[in-house]
């Protein structure tokens, strides 16, 4: 692995996820949360396109791949998994890999759900999956492009994590 000084300073990821409306009467899964009378999304898992975004942009922030490497169609054991789970499990192997996570922010793109009465509610779902503190804002694109159509619902994400202080050293003799 690349080791420097830089090591010791704070990383930036990203992640960006789509998901479109199902065409059956799924639930709709988002941001962690359960949204009643809501058209449902499509996807290998539930669809939870902001808790994927967050999940990605963790892997990113570690440089320890993304989303399809991890929970990947490959893996039929994440199929059906809940964005808390996947974002869960994400932020698990990101501090297995070494690394304390700062924050996550995600922006959610799409007309529906109306996302501000439930942000707080959101926020604490995936700051409890992430064990990190998880900001979710919300967006709309003035109708246009496949969220405006209101074909489905977009996220995009960033996260910092920073090297653990407290990692195993690598075996050896001892200092
Ligand atoms: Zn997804």
Do not use: C
């Amino acid at each position: 692995m690349y080791l420097s000084e830089h090591d010791r300073l704070p990383r930036t990821g990203i992640g960006v996820d789509v998901h479109a409306f199902a065409s059956d009467d799924a639930p709709l899964w988002l941001a962690g949360l359960l949204w009643e009378g809501e058209r449902g999304l499509s996807g290998h898992s539930d669809g939870d396109a902001v808790a994927h975004a967050a999940a990605d942009a963790l892997f990113s922030a570690a440089g320890v791949g993304d989303l399809g490497t991890h929970f990947g169609t490959d893996r039929p054991e994440y199929a059906g998994a809940s964005g808390h789970a996947l974002l869960s499990a994400a932020a698990g192997i990101v501090r297995e890999a070494g690394f304390d996570i700062g924050n996550i922010a995600v922006q959610l793109i799409g007309n529906r759900p109306k996302f501000s009465p439930r942000r707080a509610e959101a926020e604490a779902a995936l700051s409890d999956a992430a064990q990190a503190p998880v900001s979710i804002s919300a967006t709309t694109t003035d109708g246009l492009g496949l969220t405006g159509r209101g074909e489905g619902i977009a996220a995009i994400a960033t996260a910092v994590v920073v090297r653990s202080a407290h990692r195993p050293t690598p075996a050896g003799p001892a200092a």
